[in-house]
């Protein structure tokens, strides 16, 4: 299967809105190039210094996501330039996101990560810290970030019922907030994701093919 043909598949079957975040980590700067030239526009990678690189190397108008968890003293590698950021899971990393937009003289958009998964090793908050950050007087004081939504990530499982509620428990969290984006869903369950009100889907493997 080519990479073409993955997204388009994929695509078709993704209601209008929901956008397709195509996750190149480890891919190499061809696998993004053709992916690009089949028109795709928003990738996403888990490693700042792989970010960086390609964002060097590849074409201009590519919107870069960092997906993946988010050290502290790594945001200014990113900052001039990044799209959206999902991994946030602290308020000392949205202070220094806030401090590295300001130097950059732009706004960075940003997710909440929220742990919904009973894995210990999953990052994020409980629904409670987020709303603690949403509705704390931090925030408003920052001006140089946007949030614009919550990411978060299921178990690993093969039991469907549990992915659904854990997807579907971020959802409902989701709609008492105000926010607008709702980043869940990989190539494993981004299908069950969308079902339960994902408006945003990182799909990697089943573009690009496994990563080994
Ligand atoms: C790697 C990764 C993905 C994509 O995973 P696939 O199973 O290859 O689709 C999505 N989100 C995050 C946070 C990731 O690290």
Not at 23 to 48: C, L, M, W
Not at 84 to 101: A, C, F, P, R, W
Not at 175 to 193: C, P, Q, V
Request: hydrophobic fraction near 40%; aromatic fraction near 6%; charge should be neutral.
């Amino acid at each position: 299967m080519s990479i073409k043909i993955n997204l388009a598949e994929i695509k078709a079957t993704l209601p209008d809105n929901v956008t397709l975040v195509a996750v190149s980590k480890t891919k190499p700067n061809k696998a993004i190039e053709e992916a690009y030239d089949a028109g795709q526009r928003e990738f996403g990678e888990n490693r700042v210094q792989e970010l960086v690189a390609k964002a060097e190397s590849l074409p201009k108008d590519i919107e870069w996501h960092l997906i993946g968890h988010l050290q502290k003293n790594k945001v200014k590698y990113i900052a001039p330039f990044v799209s959206l950021i999902h991994g946030v899971d602290s308020i000392e990393t949205l202070k220094e996101i806030n401090k590295q937009g300001k130097k950059n003289n732009r706004v960075i958009n940003c997710l909440l990560q929220a742990k919904i998964a009973t894995e210990e090793s999953k990052f994020g908050m409980s629904f409670g810290e987020i709303e603690r950050i949403l509705k704390g007087d931090a925030i408003k004081t920052m001006q140089n970030l946007n949030i614009v939504g919550l990411m978060g990530m299921a178990s690993f499982t093969d039991v469907h019922e549990q992915i659904v509620e854990e997807f579907n428990s971020l959802k409902t969290f989701f709609d008492s907030t105000r926010l607008s984006t709702l980043s869940m869903g990989m190539s494993g369950d981004y299908k069950i994701a969308i079902e339960q009100g994902s408006t945003m889907v990182r799909v990697g493997s089943a573009i690009f093919g496994s990563r080994l």
